[in-house]
């Protein structure tokens, strides 16, 4: 999720009017803030919560490994039962960097897709695995190797009789700048996540929101001409958020529950408003996480990203959007 500075400035033009709403949902980890792995009954909790704002969540890995010193997770057998009884809609996300990883992620999940598919609405095929590999050549993927994985999924969901919205999460930059233009015309992807952040552009609160928009409409053109249609491909959001107190600046872009609210209420309900579907990164803060660095090398904080605190509960005083668009 963390981002290269690569727009200082941006200036965002608002749709003349907007009347339907764009959905919510939200990136929800697979693990206690201890460090334990969830159980359905974990789950069903932060439904309980989560309900109040969104009926959608995205995950990352069927099999998470976290880091050295923790249990692997296996996140669908767990998850997709809560989401099932709460009424919730998931999209699995399958880790794709390495064939071992990819295909111990394809074979858990295919455990349970015919069972809890009622509560499956897509799945992505690795996340910023084109925006990893433009950083770091051991990581990620290629444009031709995430392409391959896809193909892999899709072949292997084809054989068992089953038909979900596929597609893959990256960077806003990697859509805009041609990278993922392989994937868009592939005719493989219904769906794709686009992450975008005011925060990882080292923007200031109050020119965040412009950002952000900008980001997300410079790369939903670029998959709409690519793909020659403005339907043919689902878009969402696929992160977007701030971090809260406790996080850790990032250039002009200041840490702190305020600005975090302030984001929520201006960049996330604006991107509602204008009818786009928004994933905000994260649910729940993941204490448990390692310390990261930016793409610069900055410390790069993800540990107090939650929407709401590690025990579920509130950090903002209205999760409301009421919005009324600006001229930027």
């Known amino acids: 999720m963390r981002f290269s500075s690569l727009v200082a400035v941006a200036a965002a033009t608002a749709p003349v009017a907007v009347f339907a709403k764009g959905r919510m949902g939200y990136a929800l980890g697979s693990r206690l803030p201890d460090g334990s792995c969830k159980t359905t009954s974990d789950y069903v909790a932060d439904f309980a919560v989560l309900k109040d704002t969104s009926t959608f969540?995205?995950?990352?890995?069927?099999?998470?490994?976290?880091?050295?010193?923790?249990?692997?997770?296996?996140?669908?057998?767990?998850?997709?039962?809560?989401?099932?009884?709460?009424?919730?809609?998931?999209?699995?996300?399958?880790?794709?960097?390495?064939?071992?990883?990819?295909?111990?992620?394809?074979?858990?999940?295919?455990?349970?897709?015919?069972?809890?598919?009622?509560?499956i609405y897509a799945v992505t095929v690795g996340s910023e695995a084109l925006y990893r590999n433009q950083q770091d050549s051991t990581t990620g993927l290629t444009a031709s190797g995430l392409l391959s994985q896809i193909q892999s999924f899709s072949k292997t969901m084809t054989n068992a009789g089953l038909s979900f919205k596929i597609g893959t999460a990256d960077s806003w930059n990697k859509y805009q700048d041609g990278t993922a233009d392989p994937i868009i015309s592939s005719g493989l992807c219904t769906i794709l996540l686009v992450n975008a952040f005011g925060y990882w552009q080292q923007q200031t609160i109050s020119n965040a929101t412009a950002t952000y928009l900008d980001d997300l409409q410079q790369a939903y053109g670029r998959i709409q001409s690519v793909a020659g249609s403005t339907t043919s491909i689902e878009l969402w959001n696929g992160e977007t958020g701030w971090p809260t107190d406790g996080g850790t600046d990032y250039g002009a872009a200041q840490a702190g529950t305020a600005n975090a609210q302030t984001f929520w209420k201006q960049g996330?309900?604006?991107?509602?408003?204008?009818?786009?579907?928004?994933?905000?990164?994260?649910?729940?803060?993941?204490?448990?996480?390692?310390?990261?660095?930016?793409?610069?090398?900055?410390?790069?904080?993800?540990?107090?990203?939650?929407?709401?605190?590690?025990?579920?509960s509130s950090k903002f005083s209205d999760y409301s959007c009421s919005y009324t668009t600006p001229n930027y």
Request: aromatic share 16%; proline share 6%.
């Open 268 to 312: 996330v309900c604006a991107a509602l408003d204008w009818n786009y579907d928004v994933f905000f990164f994260e649910a729940f803060d993941e204490p448990w996480k390692p310390a990261s660095n930016g793409a610069d090398g900055q410390p790069g904080d993800e540990t107090h990203w939650g929407a709401y605190k590690s025990d579920r």
């Open 57 to 119: 969540v995205r995950t990352y890995s069927a099999v998470d490994a976290g880091d050295s010193s923790g249990p692997v997770c296996y996140v669908p057998g767990a998850l997709l039962p809560a989401a099932q009884q709460a009424g919730f809609q998931v999209v699995i996300g399958l880790w794709a960097d390495t064939d071992t990883a990819f295909n111990a992620d394809v074979t858990e999940f295919m455990k349970y897709a015919k069972q809890y598919q009622s509560a």
